[in-house]
Each structure stands twice: as structure tokens, then as C-alpha cells.
């Protein structure tokens, strides 16, 4: 009888488990979707039973409503769909404009010393400087056209870009640039085998940061002097206090930029399933 | 036959200044069907050898030599494994093994085929499909011994190829790594911290003292060859004359370098 005493011990009765385990991944699905709906319903109760000033706050299904009826009838002079098909499409030429510089630049700086001395300062200049201090200049020189509005979006695209890029390419080991070596590669070969293929998931995290302050910049650079886009829209509601519009406006770049984000998620998945692995 | 030679070569960080002396005039050379093993501590300029075999690094003084030609720079002729294996971890198996081949610029079916055909000579035939980080340690240093292999060249140098694999893995991946250069016929160059490793797979074993790194002890060796002439691994490994060897080659590495009994 003895000899089973350690058995019992160990064997000490244990709590059951309070939630079964496969109810687990669900949990932060579970509790943001609460949060969501009961930030809704303060915000429901919060504008209908007077609390707030509907001026301020219009009420959740007035904002809906508002939303159908941009849709329909659009607001300044355009649908919404028009707004974010304007704003979509600066964002995306100045991230064209912006990876075509920036990579490349990115390379330079981690390949070659004089390359590195003649961007960093250019890329460290950009780099913490807000968009809104370089706009004036951009539009004294370029004006209000698009251009103007594209190169603002690309300039605070660039630095991210550029730092990423570089960051990456120097994540290739000395044994790995050196095999390449060994194998008779020159060093555009070394680059094109070893350090871009190196540099691309980092390239790619880039990317997504550079969205983010791309439209950030987007709203910024359609204050001035736009006629559509979704800053210039929401920038000509929120001067006649169309507050519905404003919130529209919120709502559909914050779906725009999760939109983006999905999508850079899957592009990584597919084209570097090696992201995270040495 | 091709001959690897480094000339009373020297070798300093911080150049002619020579701030910091990692290797003191060192001469050797490696033929092809020889298989010479470097050992020594920490320090002893061992890694910078096989860098200035292969052309990574510049000699301070002396000269590295391919049959009588002064080689500058690295070259497909002398392939390297290292340690932390340097795989490209975007490209499977197979397009690891073949992308020498590709830089050669050999065509694409013709690369397939003979990277199929060197995964299989190191036991990892079917596998040309799977991604690196799924496989072991031992696979991975498999894939690289078979990318050096590609290039067929005349020189595998191996920087502690086998220094990160468990002591099981490691003693079949020795057996293999003499199978694979015996067939070869390249000339190989071996950096390992393991005495008995050296040992069992070396023809020529050189001792290198650290600060400055400079030779105390070259010795030449048949375990190998035994082996390859089809006696147990194990049975050469516990032999009295095995054991002798690798006291002796202990204490050379430790500084107690006596007469030897090769």
C-alpha cells in the first residue's frame, strides 16, 4: 500500500478547466466583437436620448443612412464610391512611385558605402519629418495639381520603405553571401540570388508601414485645394458640421486601410512563406 | 590532379599596420584525393585559413596559390560548406542544390536532373521538394555538402560543417561526408573542433597554436581510408592506435606538443 502513496499525491485532484480548449482561439474574436457592439450602443444611446448634441454626434443609423445616400446621390459633387476611387488611387500611384525609388535606395544604402552616403541623409531627412511641414513647399513648387498631391503621399512613403528595405538586405549572413561568392557570382548576382530574395519580407513589412502613413497623408493632402477624394470630402462636410459625413468618411479609410492590410498578409503568405524562418 | 596551396601566408586584422596578428606564416597544401583536417583552440586563426583558401579574405604576406596561379578572390572551383550551413531559405531543396549550376548557366531540366542526382548521393533523394526550415539539421547540412558538390569543384572546403549536429547525426554524417568526397575526388579541406573527427576523416592532420595561429603538428592519418576499404567505423574508433592519436593531438592543441607517433 505504501508504494502507491506517491501516485496519490501527485495525482492531487485538480480544478476542471473553465473553458473547454477548443473555445480558446475564439475568445478575442468573441470579446472584440462585445466591445464593438457595446460601443455602438453607447453610441446609439448617447445621441438619440440627447446626451450629446446630434450636431456632434449623429446617431449610428443616421451615419448608415448617410452612407446609402453617398453612395446614391454623393456628396460635393461626387458618389462616394468616386471619393475613394480618387483617394485610392493617389495612394496607390505614390506607393508605385515610392517603391521604385525606395528600394533600390534601400539596396544602395546597405551595399555600397558611397551610395550610403549620398541617401541616408536624404532618407534620414524625410524620415521624422511630418508631411504637413513639407506640403507648402510641395505646392509653392508643384502646385495643386495631382502630381503635387501624389508626391506629398510618396515622400512619406519613402523612408519607411527605404529603412525596411535596407534593414532586410543586411539580415543575409557573411556565410550566405559568401556561398554565393564561391559559387562564381558576381556581385549583381549576389544581389539579385542572395540579398533581395533576403530583403523581400522585410520589404514587404515596409510596405504595409508606409500604407498606414500614406493615408495619413492622403487626408492631408486633399485639404488643399482637391475638387474629390475622400480627405476633401470629409474636410467640405466638417466645415458646414455634416458631422454623419465626417464618420462616413473615418469609417470607409479605416476599412480601406484593413482592406490593405488582408490583402499584404495574403500577398506575404503566397510569395514569402520562408518570412520568419533561417 | 589540382593542387591548393597557401604559401608562408600571414593574415592580419587592420592590415599593413598589423594591428592584430591572426595567422603566422602558415604553409600548406591540399591535392585532390587528400583530405587534410585544421584543429586547434578558439583563436587559432582556423575560420580565417579556410577564408583565405577560399578567397573571402586577402593575405597580409604570403601567396594562395591554385596549380602554380595565384588565386584573388573566391572561385567556382573551390566550394565551401559552413557551419551554420548558409542555405537560402526562400529556394527548396532542390533549387538550393541547383542554383550553382544556375549561376554556371546551365539550363533549367539539365539542373533539375543533376540536383536530383547529388540529393540522392547524400541520401536525400525525393526531398528536392521540401522547404528548408522543414527540415532536420542534418538534412540541411546534407543540402549543403550536395550545393558544394554542384559546381563540381576541385576544392571542398568545410568550415565545421558538422560542429551543430547532435553526437549521433554527427558520426553518420562523418561516414558520409568520406563517402561523398572519396567519390568526388576533390581535394578537402576540414576546420572542426573535434579531434576524433579529424581523425577518422583526414588523410593529413595540421595542429594550429593560437595568437598567432601558426602550425605545431602535422601528422598523417588512414582511419579514413580503412574505413572506406570497408572496416567498422566503430571497431577504428576504439582501437588502441585511434586512442593514442587523439591524446597526442590533444595535448599538441593544448600546448604539451611532443614528439608523435603517427
Redesign the interface.
Known sequence: MTAVEPTVILSKPKRPPRLRLELRPFVPFGVATAVVTGIVILWHVASSSGWVSPVFLPTPERVVQSFFALMVRGYVGSTLFEHAETSLWRVLSALFFATLFAVPAGLIVATSPVGRGMLDPVIEFLRPLPPLAYLPLVIIWFGIGEPAKVLVIALSMIAPIAISTATGVRSA?D??I????????SRL?VLR??LL??A?PSILTGIRIALGAGWTTLVAAELVAAARGLGYMMQSAAQFLVTDIVIVGILVIAALSFAFEAILRIIERVF???SG?? | MSDLRLDTVSFAYGGKSRETLILDRVSLSIASGQFVAVLGQSGSGKTSLLNLAAGFETPTAGTVSIDGRIASGPSADRAVVFQDDALFVWLNARDNVALPLQLKGIAAPERRRRADALLASVGLAGDGDKSIWTLSGGMRQRVGIARALAAEPKFLLMDEPLGALDAMTRERMQELLLQVWHTSRTGALLITHSVEEALFLATEIIVLAPQPGRIVLRTGVAFGARFLAGEPARRLRSEPGFILARETLLAAIHGEATAVAA
Open positions: 549572413t556565410s550566405q559568401n556561398a554565393a561568392r564561391a559559387f562564381g557570382a548576382q540570388h542572395v530574395p533576403t523581400l514569402v512563406p520562408w524562418h533561417r
